[in-house]
């Protein structure tokens, strides 16, 4: 496409990844880091042993979240999404700046909420506050940008998984939103480091726009293909089974890892943690497929949650 053409779309045409790709195209020249745009977050240097991870992302009242839901949930989620593309890369969580935009009108009561959801999930995974901003806003705005840290030889991305690796996911899936689980996941951190540190998985990515894209993108980065199982696919409650492929916001982990290391993931062996074995990897052409409860394979579209 011309770059004129490019010019004159709107982000709707573009989509959310297709606004990445076009600012990553931008930056590009610009980053001397290990992993620029594109993971769970940026891996940059930092020492012999350790990289660094930073991440950001921001809630919007109006598209996120309502102020129907419960405040200290809202605060909740702000942080502990970032928390969870830190566990994707095998790291753990050390500090964020959080930046506030409110309009006048909102009353101190809702903000504090907000804070106290944020602050109690940052303790919990020892994560310091250490600074932000505050803007006048039309609607409310939550943004948490979050530093960790990773053993260099633990960093786990998403362009490493080849053909015969196990996907893994560590919790039911769909629903969330519904269910309210988004607002009260558990950010899985310590899944993350038992994996990395014991298993060496071979990619990772947490579940925020639904197992069928962020398996896409792991897919994508690893230049691979997959087959998922319908009767392996663990649910949340009720959830259908496409409820489990496209809601998104479940926060799980999914991973691939070699079949020889996999054995070891499945039944007694891990005492602390359950992990859900949903398919392998396979060549690049056969894409994303679905074997139905019945035998069949059935090709999947590699859709989730729609940012723009
Ligand atoms: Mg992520």
């Known amino acids: 496409m011309s770059t004129r053409a ?4 709107k982000l709707s045409d573009l989509g959310e990844f297709g606004l990445i790709d076009l600012l990553k195209k931008q930056a590009r020249g610009s980053f001397s880091g290990i992993q620029g745009i594109g993971d769970d977050t940026a891996v940059l240097p930092l020492s012999a042993k350790k990289h660094l991870l930073l991440t950001t992302d921001m809630l919007l009242e109006g598209v996120h979240f309502t102020l129907k839901m419960p405040a200290k949930g809202i605060g909740h989620k702000a942080i502990a999404s970032s928390i969870s593309d830190i566990a994707a890369m095998g ?4 500090y964020a700046v959080i930046s ?6 909102v009353s101190w009561r809702v903000i504090s909420q907000i804070y106290q959801g944020i602050r109690k999930t940052a303790k919990k995974f020892h994560v310091g506050i250490v600074g932000g901003d505050t803007i006048k806003s039309q609607k409310i705005i939550i943004n948490v940008a979050l530093l960790g840290e990773v053993k260099r030889d633990e960093a786990v991305y998403r362009n490493g998984a080849r053909a015969g690796d196990q996907v893994f996911v560590t919790g039911p899936l769909g629903r969330s939103l519904s269910s309210g689980w988004h607002l ?4 899985r951190i310590a899944q993350a480091q038992y994996l990395a540190g014991k298993h060496k998985p071979t990619a990772m990515i947490d579940i925020s726009d639904g197992l069928a ?14 087959m998922i199982e319908e009767s392996s696919i663990p649910r949340r409650g009720k959830a259908y089974l496409k409820d489990a492929l496209y809601d998104g916001e479940d926060f799980e982990l999914l991973f691939t890892i070699p079949a020889s290391r996999a054995q070891k993931l499945m039944g007694k062996n891990t ?23 019945n035998g069949h394979l059935k090709k999947i579209t590699i859709k989730g949650y729609i940012h723009f």
Not at 100 to 105: Q, R
Not at 213 to 226: P, Q, Y
């Open 184 to 187: 009260r996941f558990v950010p």
């Open 91 to 94: 790291g753990i969580p050390k």
């Open 6 to 9: 490019v010019q004159k779309m």
């Open 271 to 293: 005492r602390c943690y359950r992990f859900y074995r949903i398919g392998e990897v396979v060549a690049k052409e056969k894409g994303l497929q679905l074997k139905t409860s």
């Open 100 to 105: 506030l935009g409110a309009p006048s009108t």
């Open 213 to 226: 894209a962020d398996l896409g993108h792991i897919l994508r980065e690893s230049r691979v293909g997959a």
